[in-house]
């Protein structure tokens, strides 16, 4: 016959073992199946905002091709009123003209002409994003080294007041330090980062600034320069867009980190 006591002290010694491998498997498949589950609900989260940052862009060049469009026919009535029986031939002749060197019909021999050198990169962005600049960070502060024609029109600048400066310069009262904060810390992590900015421009006028940073390394994977491209736009997008497109993803990025590391 066993004692109370006894059983108390079988209870407690039980308890007192180590989980089984059993137990163990159920808690690590439990584990996993949770690190599974943030990582599907991140994606959602980060497949959102890259869809929103696309249909903006999308709209946004739509209402510039739409300009430049009116624009053109502008420019077609003009010359056919003021030139007469030449205007049909002069803009003939406009329309022969040749393309950038960088449109190629060939894919391979486009690639290999951006390839050849950083001067053939520059031609290629200021031939499709007509406002950047460049941006070493191997210098103290990381100033601006290249400045693009389009980066001076819209600044207001010359460009000796643009070389050797941090872009802060652009920052003004009215300037959102949680948006700048996103920015560094981007730039510090050396990955791609895109906000809405209020800049400044060199009478003091404010104006609306999509910025994209995005790193250049070498062939050794080192940052040796940041590209930032500046695109300016009449209104930032209404609150709840701009919160999903321009969410933080230092956490998401965080939060990854650590579920790889207790994976391990």
């Known amino acids: 016959i066993t004692s109370?006591?006894?059983?108390?002290?079988?209870?407690?010694?039980?308890?007192?073992?180590?989980?089984?491998?059993?137990?163990?498997?159920?808690k690590r498949t439990h584990n996993k199946e949770e690190q599974q589950q943030k990582?599907?609900?991140?994606?959602?989260?980060?497949?959102?905002?890259?869809?929103?940052?696309?249909?903006?862009?999308?709209?946004?060049l739509q209402t510039q091709v739409?300009?430049?469009?009116?624009?053109?026919?502008?420019?077609?009535?003009?010359?056919?009123?003021?030139?007469g029986d030449r205007g049909p031939r002069i803009l003939a002749d406009c329309c022969r003209g040749g393309l950038s060197p960088v449109?190629?019909?060939?894919?391979?021999?486009?690639?290999a002409l951006l390839q050849r050198s950083d001067f053939l990169l520059m031609k290629a962005l200021q031939t499709s994003q007509p406002a950047f600049c460049v941006t070493d960070p191997t210098l103290a502060d990381c100033p601006i080294v290249y400045?693009?024609?389009?980066?001076?029109?819209?600044t207001g600048y010359s460009r000796a007041q643009v070389l050797g400066r941090n872009c802060r310069?652009?920052?003004?009262?009215?300037t959102d330090?949680?948006?700048?904060?996103?920015l560094r810390r981007g730039i510090e992590a050396g990955r791609d980062t895109s906000v809405f900015l209020r800049n400044y421009n060199a009478s003091?006028?404010?104006?609306?600034?999509?910025?994209?940073?995005?790193?250049?390394?070498?062939?050794?994977?080192?940052?040796?320069?940041?590209?930032?491209?500046?695109?300016?736009?009449?209104?930032?997008?209404?609150p709840d867009v701009l919160e999903i497109m321009m969410g933080d993803s230092d956490d998401i990025y965080d939060d990854a980190d650590e579920d790889d590391a207790a994976s391990m």
């Open 147 to 154: 400045a693009s024609d389009g980066f001076i029109a819209l």
């Open 169 to 174: 310069f652009l920052q003004g009262p009215d």
């Open 39 to 60: 990582r599907r609900e991140r994606n959602r989260v980060l497949a959102k905002r890259t869809r929103l940052r696309k249909k903006f862009m999308f709209q946004s």
């Open 103 to 111: 449109v190629a019909s060939c894919t391979r021999q486009a690639t």
């Open 4 to 26: 109370p006591y006894a059983a108390a002290a079988a209870a407690a010694a039980l308890k007192a073992l180590p989980p089984s491998s059993t137990a163990l498997t159920k």
């Open 66 to 83: 739409s300009s430049l469009h009116m624009e053109n026919e502008r420019l077609k009535e003009i010359v056919i009123k003021r030139c």
């Open 177 to 182: 330090p949680d948006a700048v904060g996103k």
């Open 204 to 238: 003091g006028e404010s104006f609306w600034n999509f910025v994209f940073v995005s790193p250049l390394r070498n062939a050794e994977g080192k940052v040796i320069n940041y590209v930032g491209i500046q695109h300016p736009v009449d209104n930032p997008p209404a």
